[in-house]
Every structure is written in C-alpha cells, then in structure tokens.
C-alpha cells in the first residue's frame, strides 16, 4: 500500500521537535528498525526499536495525513508529539511500502540491554564511512538587511538571513533550528525536496566558521528566555547582528556572494566590502556666499550615501559597504547629522571661518576629498605646525618660552597679545591644545609669555618627567646649565652573584661606574626608600626612577629584610638567587652560580652518576628527577618532587638516598608518611637499595625510641607518630627528610606540621602529586616545612601575586606528566557513564532537593546561612546517598538504586571479558551495599577500607596485582593513595567527590609506572542530579592556581550559597 502524503515534511510536523526528528532519521539509518510487521485487518504496524533498550511501537494509519501511535519509551509518555523511535517506525514504513510491498530483511531483535557508548560511534561514524569522498558541497548566500530607525536618518540595525543549497537555493526558515542542527551535526529540513544532512552535504571553511558564529549569536539571544517556550516558539528567519560583531563578519564575507538590503528594499545583488581609508568617495566644497557673507559647506553627492549610526562603523554606496575607523564614524556621524535635503551640510560666518578651518576641515580630509573656492583657496594657509620649547637655567632659576609657527606666522600660546594675520591659518588644533594641556600640568608661573620654576622640588621632576613627554611632542632646546643637573652615567648599575661554598649562601655586590664606593651605599638606601631622584657630590641629579635602576631594585626588595643590613656587599639564602632576573644584562654571575642554576632547572644536563648498588633501571625522566634532587641536596636546599600518581617518586627518592649515603658514608635519612604506606617504603626499599639499614619506626614508645637510636641509613615513621615522637629526634642531625603525601601538612597550624618543623635536618623534600588540593596556603605550609623563609611570612606571602608565587616555587618544584614523559605506558581511556535514577528513587531525590532548597532560601532570607552551613552541606551529602543508594539513608526501604543495577551489569560484563575492575566508593555504608550484592552472586574480591591495617593492604595490593581475584573494593580515602594496583584494568569511580585531585589519585592507583595494560576509568554519575552539577563545577573551577603548580578545585567548605542554590537546581 503506498501512502504519498508520508513525506519527509509529514514525519517532521508530527515529531515532538526538529532535534527528536533528527536522531529518528539517525535510528532508521543504522537499522535500528527490527520485526517490521503489518496487520491488514487493522492496517497497522509494528516494530522493535533498538535504542538504549528495545522498546515496542505500534503504529495505525487511519487515513492520509491521519495516524495513531504508540511507544513504550518514557519521552512518548512526557512530550506531545512523535518520539525519536516512532520517527524512525515512519521513514521504515515508507521505505516498505515503496519498495511496492516487497519484505525488507528487518534485522532480529537483539538482546535488551545494549552498550550505549557502541551505539554512540555507530551513530556519529558508521553512515560517515558509507559516504566519505563524496560530499557535496552546498553554496551559503548571506543578506545583509539594514533599516533605519523612526527617528534618526540613520542605519542602525543590521540582520542577516540565509539560502543554502546546491543547484537550487533554498531559504533558511528557522535560523535556530537550522544553526543548532548544522553545529551539532544533525539534519535539518528544508522541503520535501531537501534534507540538509551533514553526513552526505558539506559547506567552505569560512561558511562553517561564519554559520558557528551565528550559532552563537542565537545562544546569546536565546539565554535570558524560556528555553522549552524559545524553542518551540521562535521561527526567525534571520538575525540581528550586533554591531560590535559587524565589522569582523564583513571581512569574513568579502569574499562571499552578498544581498544587500536597505529599508525592505532590495539594493544590490553583488556586494563588494572595501574599508574606506583613503578611498575618498565624498567631496565636499566649500565657497563663499556673498549674499549673506557666509562660508557654506556642501557635498554634490552626499544624497548617493547612506549613513549608518556610529557603533555600526560602516558606510554604504551603491553596491559597496566601505568599513570605517572609529574616528572616521565619529565624524560621518556628524556630517550625517548636520546634512540637509540640498547636501548643504553647514554654513559658516567670516569671523568664525579661521575656527572652523582648524577644528573641522582636517576631520573632511580624512573621509573625503575638500574642494576650496578660488578666494578661499588664496585666503587659507595650510602649513604644517613647527611645536619648538626654549629653555635656559640662571641662579636657580629655570625659564622657557614656547613658539608654534605655520610658515612665517609665528605664536607664544601663553602670550595674550599677539600679532594679526592677514590669512586665515589652519592650525593644527588638536596637537597645540595636547602640547598646551601637558605644559598647564606644570606648575609655572607665567610673565608675559614666559613661563618660570624657581625651586629645585619643581625643576628636577620637571627635568626627568615632563621633559622626556614633551620632547617627543615638540623641539626642545636647552643651554648648557639645564644639561648639566642631568647625571647621565655612561653604564647601568650592575650586580655581582656567587656562591659561598663554606656556607652555601649567595653573596652579592652593588656596583655603579662613575660613582664612588662610599655614595654607593647612600644610593642604596635612596633606591630603597623608593626616593625618585638622589643628589650626587658634583651638584647633578640622578634619576633613580629610571628603567636602568630596575634590576637593582629587584634586587633589593629580595635580599633586603627587616633583619638583613644593606650593604655594597652582603650574603642572603641561596634560594633567592633564583627570584632575581638573570637575563637583564645588569645582573651578572659566576660560573658556579650560572652552574647550580642550570643544573637545577636543566637536570638532564648534570652529571651525576647512579649509584651502581641501585636495583632499578631509571628512565630517563626518573634519571632527571634523581639528579635534581642530588644537586638540590648539594647545597643544603629542598623542594617538591610533584609528579604525576605512578611515575615513580618513590624509586627516584631512593636512589637519591642510596647515592647520598655512597658519597658520604655517614649518612642518615628520616622519611614521614602516612600511617597506610610506612611499610609499602620498607618494601620499596628492600627491593631497590637491599643494602641500606632500614627501620620502621613503629611499636611502643620504648621500641620507637631504641630504633630512633639506632644508626639506620633510613628511619621511616608516620605522620601520627612524628606528632607524638618529635623530641625523640631533637638530638639526631638528618643528611636529609622525606615528606610523603605531603598533602598531610597542608594546614600549617596543625600540631603534625609544627612538629614536622622541629625536626633537625640539612636538607628536606616533600613527595606529592597534588601539593594544592584546595587553596595555594597549602604550597605555603609545605614550603614553609621544606624551604623556611622562601615564601617569607603567612602575612607577606598572602600580599603576593601568582606570578610572583609561581616565580619563586617554579626552580623547587618538578613535576612531569604522565603524558609527557610516558610514550611507552599504555593508553588511559576516562568517559562517563550517566544512569537514570529509578522511579522511587527520583521521588525520594526531589523531595530531598525541595526541602533543602526551601531551607536554603530561608537561611539566606534570615541572614543565617553561615550558621546553618553545616545543616546545609550535610543535605548535599544527603542528595549524593540518594544518587548512590536510597538505602544509605533510609536502611529500611526497598527501593532500587538506578546506578547499583547499571554498575552489577557492568561488573558482570567485565567479569565475563576477564577484566580486573577496582572499584572506588567514598561512603563505606555504599561499600558494604556492593559486597552484599556481590556475595550473592558469587563474585569474590578484595576489600580495604580506613578499619584495614596498612600491613594488609600492601599484602592485598600484592595478592591482586599477581592475579588473585578480579575485584577489588575501595574505599577513596583509604585506598586513594600510596597503594599500587597495576593489576587491575578498570577503575570505576561509584560516586563523584568534590575534591577532583581525589579522584585522579585513585585513578592512578591503577595507572602507573609498571602499568602494562590500557586502563579504562569510568566515572558513573546520576543523570539530573547534584553528581552532574559536581562534574560541571570541576570543569569550570578546578583551576585555583593554574599558573602556580596545577589544577586545583572547588572545596566544600568553600561553596557560596549561590553555588548550593545552582547544585540544587533540577534538570
């Protein structure tokens, strides 16, 4: 049976919108359209659709234009209109029964339950391969409609609309429609006759650039509306154009076919865009009226133009839209204005004619072509202005005389009487007042045209400020005396920096040709009381405000301290060697220095040679990382060693151990870590450097102290144990300190950070992947444990900017990523997997969301929001139980949890494929949810959590990575640092933390140095919910101090109310 009228157009205006219409026809393309089958007696279909799940169709056609159906998918339940599946039912059926009745071979129906990110590259890329080589390019048409405003002569709107299409043109009738489709890939109807389709039609780069742009200009339009109503509703067919966005568009399309219309009126059909620089196409005349002796200023052709509003900055002439600078709009705006009906544009008075020639008729010049009168041809002089300064120093006092002269007519613009000129002079008013104004800045006083300073608090800054300014606006002529107060030493100031090997400080000197070493020292402190100007034994002035002087200073704002003397010759901490700018060629250094600095920055380019007792073959990243640590040490400094989670911190930290102990025999290091990896170090070791004496400080007070006692080459301890043993090592010197997870000492008014500081030792290093988490004080606390004074106080340090910060930690911090130095491990494939929350679970969520957000707005409404922070952040906690499980806080329900189902679907996937998943969850009581269900079904894993003993989650870790069992349960917190797991696979990350460096770290438990086999790590997060606008938050805000060290986030306790009120917001 054919059925004419179920056209392309049809299946469209019964579809629930343009979007769902799209990925219909995507459905039917990639045969998702199974079971096809017809009943005769009813005249109706039915179908299997393939999509995230098989949904059941029925479809009855009652008449032309005339059908029922039905789909068991939730959007035909909660839209009006056709859904995606019943679209792709329809274009099946008319492919049936065009094919005259003939069977189709409709695939079988698959299994239920199918892989969505499988169906996602099929849809994006399977049609792709059918077609490519043979796309057809499509032509973009753009017209330019411009209109007058109702009460101005004056453009000032502009709109765009399109025609697309190949050997025939067709109009765009919904630019939103059509933008949205062409920029997310889908299809977009014209008529029955035409079917954008990005898979078989393609544009130029500029259209696509250009149609991208437009795109953007309907989000902006669309962002303060209704989206549902906005989407529905709003069938433009073209768009306004801003005006600010005008001019780049017009050079997009100089070389586009263009429309140009004026008013509804068709003007040009081939539009050319030029920029009206000295393409004068106005003229204008001016001449004498001798009826009203009056000058008029006229233009022949102004009625062939029109004028557009300044912001447009364009002007239009037939067929040619010319560009226009600002200044050149600022005064077509007023010609514009001024213009009447017989082109007269203005007409000017004798006495004001001399004005008008300065003001106005270099401003004509610049647009268009000006046209004199013989009388006023002979009457005008335009000669250009010669701006000229006279001064002179008598007895203290300085006098200067200023002259602007056109040709042989000359004036002293602070001279009241003044010489009248036959002609009329065409001043160049603009640069006169400029000159004028700067000079009125100047505290002279003025006698007759001379203008005079009488005290040296006036004329030095005069000198060495206004001077400079005015000789580049003017000619300046000085005598001999004025010349002589200006000190202008032959060579910059330069300072000395070496290294002082007895103490392994920097020792610095000040020195400055021309001038004496015992005035040096007054010049010192004149800089660094920010004095402008300093007064040398000779009677002249030295500018210390000058760029030559700007190394220097640096230099004394880092050495000098209040508890640091100023001096020719002086000694500071090594460290601040690496503040002072080195490439300024007034800074020089020895050789020693140049090479300590080069070796710390440059660590492959040092020698220092492996320790051949090491039990480990170093890549070359690690071979850097070790030789950086080696030359830091050498010189009593420290710093972090931060890179990526698995790359192997731990085995570049012992062979710099090893080493230090072959190269000085007495030798004792001091590692601090958490309490979970103190024997994962003693492993460590025993593997890679066997031949040091290595105690884990561990055991009762008396054992602790005889093994502090003891000579060890390593002593490794923990952070809860440091906080109780530290006057235990008060009588031990360390060669060196180790702080793993350096994290632990963030906050730097915890008693586990003060006790840390106590610690004697030469030098310190803090191992970290993420020495921010939260806020850049903690880069502080850990510098202010490794580095003490380099940052210099809490209260200094809060006072520096980012740059400076970044400056100064950037020499004592390496980090690498696993991406850079890595080619060899295997690939990391991160997605998301979002799942539907059940039924009863989303009652149960929005009910939660409505009563925090009733008492979110009723704390803020009461001024209370900070007193009842706490209530709120543990409703948030609530909402993320919820997405989890509703039984972790209601245990007695028996609602389902839609991401539980989806995770046991995945584990079973992965279980049947040999995978070997790791599994993090931060909420233990979620943990125990999982075990149950997988005891049920058999599955046997590994399980740690903060109750497991560090001892037994080294031996776990170990039992897994060498094959037993193929899960491992985790909790974040416990499991999320320290422990190596390159046994596993996968990792899913069960729920969204708000810390993302949290998540990585338990990602990177799993992919690391030793990793061989590509790792996938899926992050499962809750369609809709505050786990979406988590995700979100981290994209947009995870960058705290990006140009310091890393990523960092958005903390908890840092959430404004305005950022609950947008995590509560429904989707």
């Known amino acids: 049976m054919s059925y004419p009228w179920l ?141 007058h405003s109702s009460y101005l002569p004056l453009l000032d709107k502009v709109e765009i609309r399109l025609k697309v299409g190949a050997k025939r043109l067709y109009v765009v009738k919904s630019m939103d429609d059509f933008l949205r489709a062409f920029v997310k890939n889908e299809s977009y109807t014209f008529t029955a006759n035409f079917v954008y389709d990005p898979f078989i039609h393609e544009v130029s780069e500029i259209d696509k650039q250009l149609l991208h742009e437009l795109y953007t200009y309907s989000e902006i339009i669309s962002a303060n509306q209704d989206n549902y109503y906005y989407y529905r509703s709003n069938q433009k067919r073209s768009y306004e154009i801003p005006a600010v966005s005008l001019l780049p568009m017009l050079e997009q399309l100089k070389e586009k076919p263009l429309l140009l219309t004026i008013d509804g009126s068709l003007q040009s059909k081939d539009v050319k865009i030029k920029e009206l620089g000295k393409n004068h196409v106005l003229h204008f005349t001016l001449s004498t ?48 204005e001024q213009a009447d009906l017989n082109d007269t544009i203005d007409m000017i008075p004798k006495e004001q004619l001399e004005a008008f020639c300065s003001y106005v008729l270099p401003s004509l010049s610049s647009v268009g072509t000006v046209q004199l009168s013989e009388e006023l041809y002979d009457a005008i002089e335009t000669k250009p202005l010669m701006a000229k300064f006279y001064l002179d120093l008598q007895d203290g006092t300085l006098t200067g005389n200023v002259s602007f002269e056109y040709g042989e007519h000359t004036r002293n613009p602070f001279k009241e009487s003044q010489e009248t000129n036959e002609k009329i002079i065409t001043r160049d008013v603009q640069k006169e007042e400029d000159i004028i104004a700067h000079i009125k800045q100047i505290d002279f006083e003025v006698t007759d045209g001379t203008l005079t300073l009488t005290d040296w608090e006036s004329i030095v800054p005069f000198l060495f400020e206004h001077l400079p300014v005015l000789q580049k606006k003017m000619d300046v002529y000085t005598t001999a005396a004025v010349r002589n107060v200006i000190a202008t030493p032959t060579t910059s100031p330069f300072v000395k920096l070496d290294v002082n090997h007895e103490n392994n400080w920097l020792d610095v000197t000040f020195s400055m040709e021309g001038i004496a070493d015992e005035e040096i020292i007054d010049v010192l402190y004149a800089l660094q009381t920010s004095a402008k100007y300093y007064k040398l034994s000779n009677g002249s002035y030295l500018q210390l405000n000058h760029s030559r002087f700007d190394s220097i200073k640096q230099v004394i704002d880092t050495v000098a301290t209040p508890k640091q003397s100023l001096h020719r010759e002086m000694s500071i901490p090594l460290h601040k060697a690496f503040e002072l700018d080195r490439q300024n060629g007034q800074t020089k250094i020895s050789k020693q220095l140049h090479q300590l600095l080069s070796d710390i920055q440059s660590p492959e380019f040092s020698d220092w040679p492996v320790p051949n007792s090491l039990q480990a073959e170093l890549r070359d990243y690690q071979l850097n990382g070790y030789r950086w640590l080696r030359t830091l040490s050498r010189f009593g400094l420290g710093g972090i060693l931060a890179d990526d989670m698995g790359l192997g911190k731990t085995v570049q930290t012992i062979a710099f151990i090893q080493s230090e102990k072959e190269a000085h025999g007495k030798f004792q290091a001091l590692i601090i870590a958490p309490a979970s990896l103190i024997y994962n170090w003693e492993k460590e070791f025993e593997k890679f450097a066997p031949s040091l004496r290595i105690a884990v400080v561990a055991g009762s007070k008396q054992t602790r102290k005889e093994l502090i006692e003891e000579e060890y080459d390593v002593l490794i301890t923990s952070y809860p144990l440091i906080q109780r043993d530290y006057e235990l090592y008060a009588s031990r010197m360390f060669s060196t300190m180790i702080l793993d997870e350096a994290q632990a000492i963030k906050n730097d008014a915890t008693k586990t950070t003060k006790a840390v500081r106590t610690l004697p030792t030469n030098s310190s290093f803090a191992l970290s992947g993420t020495p921010i988490e939260n806020h850049q004080d903690e880069l502080y606390s850990i510098f202010h444990s490794i580095l003490p004074g380099m940052l210099g106080t809490k209260k200094q340090f809060k006072e520096l900017s980012n740059e400076t910060i970044s400056k100064r930690v950037r020499p004592f911090i390496l980090r690498r990523l696993k991406r850079d130095v890595l080619s060899e491990l295997p690939q990391k494939q991160e997605s998301v997997q979002y799942t539907d929350l059940s039924a009863d679970q989303k009652k149960m969520y929005v009910a939660q969301v409505k009563q925090l957000t009733n008492d979110v707005d009723e704390a803020i409404k009461s001024n209370e929001f900070q007193q009842k922070r706490i209530e709120i952040l543990a409703g948030l906690t609530r909402l993320r139980q919820i997405c989890c499980h509703p039984s972790l806080i209601d245990p007695q329900t028996t609602y ?108 990177d438990r799993v992919y690391r140095y030793g990793q061989t086999k590509n790792v996938q790590v899926i992050k499962l997060i809750a369609n809709g919910t505050i786990e979406e606008k988590i995700l979100s938050m981290h994209e947009k805000k995870k960058a705290l101090v990006d140009s310091i060290i890393q990523p960092g986030e958005e903390t908890l306790q840092s959430l404004s109310a305005e950022d609950i009120k947008q995590l509560l917001t429904l989707s």
Not at 65 to 74: F, K, M, N, P
Not at 317 to 324: K, M, S
């Open 896 to 1003: 389902q949890s839609g991401k539980m189902d989806r995770l046991l679907e995945y584990v079973e996937e992965g279980l049947q494929a040999q995978q070997k998943m790791v599994i993090f969850s931060q909420f233990t009581s979620m943990l125990g949810l999982i075990r149950k269900s997988f005891d049920e079904r058999g599955w046997t894993y590994h399980y740690i959590d903060g109750q497991t003993p560090p001892k037994s989650r080294v031996e776990m870790a170990e039992r897994f990575n060498n094959g037993e069992k193929s899960l491992f349960l985790i909790s974040l917190k416990a499991g999320g640092t320290g422990l190596n797991l390159i046994g596993g696979d996968t990792v899913i990350l069960y729920d969204t933390w708000w810390n993302p460096a949290i998540e990585e770290q338990a990602a």
């Open 7 to 147: 056209t392309a157009t049809y299946i469209l205006s019964i579809a629930s919108n343009q979007s769902t219409f799209n990925r219909g026809i995507n459905y039917f393309r990639l045969e998702r359209v199974a079971d096809l089958d017809y009943e005769k007696e009813t005249n109706s279909y039915f179908a299997f659709i393939d999509g995230s799940l098989l949904y059941e169709c029925e479809i009855t056609i009652k008449g032309p234009e005339s059908i029922l159906y039905s789909c068991e998918c939730e959007a035909a339940a909660t839209y009006s209109g056709a859904c995606k599946h019943i679209v792709a039912m329809l274009f099946a059926i008319k492919e049936w029964e065009e094919e005259k009745g003939t069977v189709i071979a409709f695939p079988s129906a698959p299994p239920k339950q199918r892989s969505k990110m499988l169906d996602k590259y099929q849809e994006v890329f399977s049609h792709t391969k059918r077609v490519k080589g043979q796309k057809e390019r499509l032509d973009v048409e753009y017209e330019l409609l411009f209109s």
């Open 289 to 336: 009226n001798e009826e009203d002796s009056t000058v008029h200023l006229s233009s022949p052709n102004l009625s062939e133009f029109d004028f557009a509003s300044e912001d447009l900055r364009i002007l239009i002439h037939g067929n040619t839209i010319y560009q226009l600078t600002d200044e050149q709009a600022k005064h077509l705006h007023i010609i514009a």
